[in-house]
């Protein structure tokens, strides 16, 4: 089983509708994020969490929303899709915010918006 | 804002050659550095990551970080058409959260 797991891995949406991407992760880690990704923008940051209970705006979290159900699991919600939304999304998980510990990624969930 | 820069390519190198790839970073204060690769469509897979100013080799891949210049390079050697592939920069920032500040990265193209 991947460490990180993403559902669903795509999914098309119409505009206005309410949409939940999920992520678990094995790997037993505190901090988990949710990233989108356009073509020439790179990976932007969502929202992260550093344990259930801290939940942190990224630098494009309007529009979004997001859950920390338990330290395994983080889930993402478009509350009213619009098109504009139309990306690959990733969830990551991570240890502690120094050292050697960098982020491992899901596998994507690729959401499309009409 | 914090930054991390790299050049976005294409970089094109024949296959065998070495590729070059470079990126800078506005925190002063960053002490870890990340390179990701990302195949089209698919997700980053952390390659390399270093910490001390120097040389970090891997097999084929070299990490090169220089503080003071705040400037961070991975060198492919004998580049496969299979190292075709985005790479992305992340510096971890220096404030009390230590997330990951990611690139935009490079585009490598290994031609045959």
């Known amino acids: 089983d991947a460490d990180v797991t993403q559902t669903p891995r795509n999914r098309i949406t119409k505009t206005g509708k309410r949409i939940m991407l999920e992520c678990s992760q094995t790997?037993?880690?505190?901090?988990m994020y949710w990233y989108r990704q356009d073509p020439g923008l790179g990976l932007r940051l969502i929202y992260y969490?550093?344990?259930?209970?801290?939940?942190n705006k990224g630098e494009i979290s309007d529009g979004y929303s997001v859950s920390r159900q338990a330290q395994a699991k983080f889930s993402l919600s478009l509350e009213s899709a619009i098109p504009n939304q139309t990306a690959l999304y990733f969830c990551?998980?991570?240890?502690?915010?120094?050292?050697?510990?960098?982020?491992?990624f899901g596998s994507g969930t690729r959401l499309t918006v009409v | 804002q914090k930054e991390v820069e790299q050049n976005s390519g294409p970089l094109s190198v024949p296959e065998g050659a070495i590729a070059s790839l470079n990126c800078t970073y506005s925190?002063?204060?960053?002490?870890?550095f990340f390179w990701y690769r990302q195949y089209s469509g698919k997700s980053p897979e952390l390659i390399m990551s270093?910490?001390?100013?120097g040389d970090k080799e891997d097999g084929r891949f070299t990490a090169q970080l220089n503080k003071a210049s705040q400037y961070v390079s991975l060198l492919i050697r004998d580049s496969q058409p299979s190292d075709s592939a985005t790479y992305l920069c992340?510096?971890?920032?220096?404030?009390?959260?230590?997330?990951?500040?990611f690139g935009k990265g490079t585009k490598l193209s290994v031609k045959p």
């Open positions: 925190d002063r204060v960053s002490q870890s």
């Open positions: 790997k037993g880690h505190d901090r």
């Open positions: 990551a998980t991570s240890g502690p915010g120094q050292g050697n510990y960098g982020y491992t």
């Open positions: 270093i910490y001390s100013n």
């Open positions: 992340a510096v971890r920032d220096g404030g009390s959260q230590g997330n990951l500040i």
């Open positions: 969490s550093f344990d259930v209970k801290d939940i």
